[in-house]
């Protein structure tokens, strides 16, 4: 054995112990006749002593120990003169016997402390490095807490975990696909699964009735904070049961990772239907951490000779609380922030109502002060606040107003980490209108059932059809998503249909699960849940970049290992593949 006891468990119970630690330098600091060094590994850091006039060689030694070796060391347990009350064993140190130096270390690309001076690329291309630290390293402890807790809960749910194929062939989720040539079948390719949905629907039609998995998905698409070429979810089906069913359970895992991971016992998660969530806040995961819902002021405006308004479908602004003192240059900031091409604004309005009770709009020249009182009333506004306007097409303003609802929320301090908001969106449209291509693509995915009283819209009004479809929400995030499935060949045939599919292509591609559905598929449904994303949530990241170990970057890169690479020309003909870069 290399050691008695961690770095992090050793206190005041322990003195007079005589224990050998083996670990990392993380510092050392020479004192008079002293040397104190501080050792580290997984558990924690523990202070030890070498003292010159007591064995003079070995305090010598020490001082030649550089940040990161390794060592092992053995000495007995004393109490502290100057005792760190921030450490777990601030209270003790080892007076040292023996030393001995296990392995050398180079020294570090970046300081190994809590606070790094290393950029993000030079700590990714070290990550194995990075994850000493102990900030990285408790991410990842949470993320390990979080699939027990996971597991813990579906298993006492009665959910059996079983694991899927990751060469399989295309289940599309809406992104590209990544895809693995196979040697055996020269010109033919796996893709890897963008999630495991058609498998996990085939073990409900294999009866094994409640299933999840934490699996690696696989979806190639530009990267964002948020985003991962391969990332994991929390997969879960259930057969014979309602939508009820599984905002019920799966509410359930959510308040108990709450409980188990954060301490805070979650209410129950209010519900809003997907047009709701956009008709109030311009989103369909909206951040419910704080209010300034949107109000419609299509009434309101009209008719006063300001085009603008006038020839806008939507009219609709929000109320900043206590913002009416905003200057020239803030407005201008907001302005300037709503006309960024991301966001894509033509302008803002707004109408202050000062604390002396006066209004005064950047439309003055068309509304008197008697219809901006109306305005006030419309926004619920008291003396002091400020009304930020937009007007333009329904969908898009509202996208926007979203945008500069968010923005204000940051400056008014309104978005606390420490607080969390759940929310399940419910009731989304079945399928959206892509204007690139000029057809009707399935929300949610494929494979998700529209609701019965929807069906008989789906050849008159396709966009009206709602599904039985929904999303969990945290704050602004979209935490997971799912829905009741088709479970039946005909409708399942006439969505692919209705996705521009020929029945050939459908069959040729999902002919696999609308034969299953043939041969007694029960109902079922389910749910995702990024679990990569839901971590970072309990950690309070923004990235979910600090909760996997070894990411990618934007490029999709690992700069550690160096991937992608280039393959020899060797396995490329074994692959019957030619490239053209
Ligand atoms: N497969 C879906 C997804 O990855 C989740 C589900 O419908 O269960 O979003």
Redesign the pocket.
Known sequence: MHRTHTCGELNLNDLGKVVTLAGWVQKSRDLGGMTFIDIRDRYGVTQLLFNMDENAGLCEQARQLSREFVIKVTGSVVERSNKNPKMPTGDIEIRVTSLEVLNEAKLPPFLIEDETDGGDDLRMKFRYLDLRRAPVRNNLILRHKTAQEVRKYLDMQNFLEVETPVLIKSTP?GARDFVVPSRMNPGEFYALP??P?TF?QLLMVSGFDRYFQIVK?FRDEDLRADRQPEFT?I???MAFIEQEDILNTFEGLIRHLFKALKGIELEAVPRMSFEDAMRMYGSDKPDTRFGMLFTELNELVKGHNFPVFDNAELVVGINASGCAHYTRKQLDELTDFVKRPQIGATGLVYCRYNADGSLKSSVDKFYSEDELKKWAAAFNAQPDDLMLIMAGPADKVRKQLNELRLEMGNRLGLRDKNKFSPLWVIDFPLLEWDEETGRYHAM??PF?SPKPEDIELLDSNPGAVRANAYDLVINGTEVG???IRIHNRDLQALMFKHLGFTPEEAQKQFGFLMNAFEYGAPPHG???FGFDRLVSIFAGLDSIRDVIAFPKNNSGRDVMIDSPASISEEQLKELSIKTTV
Do not use: N, V
């Open positions: 989720e963008q999630s949905q996990k998905c979810q997969d879960c089906e949610h995915h998700t998503g799912g829905s389910g749910i995702a």
